[in-house]
């Protein structure tokens, strides 16, 4: 029974990855975030049993948060942690320019990006190297690729530069941890219709009018098929929710 934990699940992309998943019977799903209150939330569990769906509390922003949702995780993962997929995000400044940005909004998505993510995947990391699969899914943006940033102006400044450094983390972690057999991944969701793309939605109209905004429920089944397919490659990849490569 393939066991996946999904950070920041009680709203947009994590959420429709739990009701993606649930989909499938096989499938064990803990669904983690900071309000396990969440409506969402509270009637999925109404709805699937205890061996299907696990709600944790989890702030990815408290290292000791993230210990204490990965001991009750362990509690349930026999055979350790399939997949983990590193969701939770924040956009706080999305079209805010260089003069006007906000330092200590800056610094808190530089953080949320990089030290958090870092505390959480390693308080969950035990339980991935001892599972069959072992894999690790980054969700980061195509507005952190360099190559591609001369093309997109004017948007997501200080959230680009904290994405890119996701990016970073993820190369450098990942290239040392698929010598324990650890798959990692980064993955592009797409611009998808949920209440954090909102503030760019006059910008894609102006600027890139052919990039379609798609459905919740085409970005999470896109993740979720991308995850199945990882392969521990010599390098780590960076995909978008369709499957196709993005370049860094």
């Known amino acids: 029974m393939p066991s996946w934990l999904i950070t920041g699940a009680s709203t947009g992309i994590g959420l429709g990855i739990v009701c993606d998943l649930l989909k499938e019977e096989k499938n064990f799903v803990i669904s983690t975030a900071r309000d396990l209150s969440a409506k969402a939330l509270q009637d999925l569990a109404a709805i699937y049993p205890k061996n299907r769906l696990a709600l944790i509390e989890l702030d990815v922003t408290d290292v000791t948060s993230a210990k204490t949702a990965a001991e009750e995780a362990a509690a349930l993962l026999p055979n350790g942690l399939d997949y983990l997929i590193n969701n939770a995000g924040i956009s706080l400044q999305m079209m805010t320019s260089f003069e006007d940005l906000d330092m200590k909004l800056f610094a808190e998505e530089l953080n949320f990006y990089t030290i958090s993510v870092i505390q959480v995947t390693s308080a969950f990391l035990p339980l991935i190297r001892k599972s069959a699969v072992k894999k690790i899914i980054f969700i980061t943006s195509i507005l952190s690729s360099i190559e591609t940033s001369g093309s997109w102006p004017l948007i997501g400044n200080s959230y680009s530069i904290s994405r890119a450094a996701l990016?970073?983390?993820?190369?450098?972690?990942?290239?040392?941890?698929?010598?324990?057999?650890?798959?990692?991944?980064?993955?592009?969701?797409?611009?998808?219709?949920?209440?954090?793309?909102?503030?760019c939605k006059k910008w894609m109209e102006t600027y890139a009018p052919n990039i379609p905004q798609i459905t919740l429920a085409q970005s999470s089944a896109g993740v979720v098929e991308v995850a199945k397919n990882l392969t521990l490659n010599a390098t780590v990849p960076f995909y978008q929710y369709d499957g196709s490569k993005l370049p860094f």
Request: hydrophobic letters at 50%; proline letters at 6%; aromatic letters at 6%.
């Open 167 to 199: 990016n970073m983390l993820a190369c450098k972690w990942g290239a040392v941890l698929k010598n324990d057999g650890v798959i990692v991944a980064l993955v592009h969701p797409g611009w998808v219709q949920t209440d954090m793309s909102d503030p």
